[in-house]
């Protein structure tokens, strides 16, 4: 039988982390589940005190308080718990998600057919509000969906499942905490995976919900989440050396969006798809130029949702 510690960070989001917990008390599986919670809030401590507050949970639930702030350190405090457990997978899901019942296992039946050592599922969202025409479309708002089979990378960490030799693998800490407040951390950490040579794969019965509240679901919320994107690719390309040519057709994607702005009051005029295709690219690039020039959006110093 198979080990899995499902690994939660939670931040001040304690309506989240009942609904999510409510959820994976209802997994149907065959796996030795363990539920870690680490709470990054050392002050409210809300997260810690659901957990504390459970009774007769499905689950074994180890739950803790992890005080330096910042999701990269709240991330290898996980990691290090997980690693104090018997375990063969760890799986990490946000607080503001939660899965369908058939979750987890569709997850182990993929990661056997393809030998993946870490895996990503499909995150389908709900809406506190539903967002406009073309906010609908952007990235964090729009579902993530893959096809089930092996994958050339991971970008994000919402919704996946690690072999446990990946973690005991990295030089410590697996997560960089130089993206502590950024996001970026789980780019890094599957770059260095990827560069172990470690392979990747999507499950797309792996289903989990993500939680969009209203103060999310606008076209100015995604297109500075495409800016943070952009900042946090950029300083990941930089902290790693890569060839001449990577370089080439990095400076070729940004140089490709910049042109693109003179034409942006034309295609905004035709209020179409393209427009908000365009804003992305362009936004994603002056991410990325801030970044080169040593400036950092710390995206996740707010939170979104309850």
Known sequence: MVDVIVAIPTFRRPQSLTRL????????TKARVTILVADNDVQRHEGFDVCAALKDYRWPLDFF????????????ALAERALAHPCDFI?????????EPQWLDAFLKVQADTGADALHGDILRDFETLPGRLAKRCDG???????????????????????????????????????????GEDRDFFERLRRQGRR??????????????????TLSWALMRAYRVGNSDMRVFLKHSHTAADSARETAKIAGAL?????????????????????????????????????????YAVTHGA
């Not at 030089?171 to 130089?178: G, S």
């Open 21 to 28: 917990l409510n959820a994976l008390a209802k997994l149907d």
């Open 65 to 76: 308080l992890a005080p330096e702030r910042g999701i990269a350190q709240v991330r290898n």
């Open 91 to 99: 799986a990490m899901l946000d607080d503001d998600e939660w899965p």
């Open 141 to 183: 708002i729009a579902p993530l969906l893959g096809q089930t089979g092996p994958v050339a990378m991971i970008e994000g960490s919402g919704n996946i499942i690690v072999s446990r030799a990946c973690f005991e693998a990295l030089p410590k800490p697996c997560f960089d905490p130089a993206f502590a407040l950024s996001g």
């Open 200 to 217: 990747f794969a999507w499950a797309k019965e792996a289903r989990v919900h993500a939680w969009v509240p209203a103060s999310r679901a």
């Open 259 to 299: 042109l693109l702005f003179p034409l942006l009051f034309v295609i905004l005029g035709l209020a179409s798809n393209r427009a908000v295709d365009a804003l992305r690219r362009l936004f994603r690039a002056a991410g990325k130029i801030a970044a080169a020039l040593g400036r950092t959006y710390n995206e």
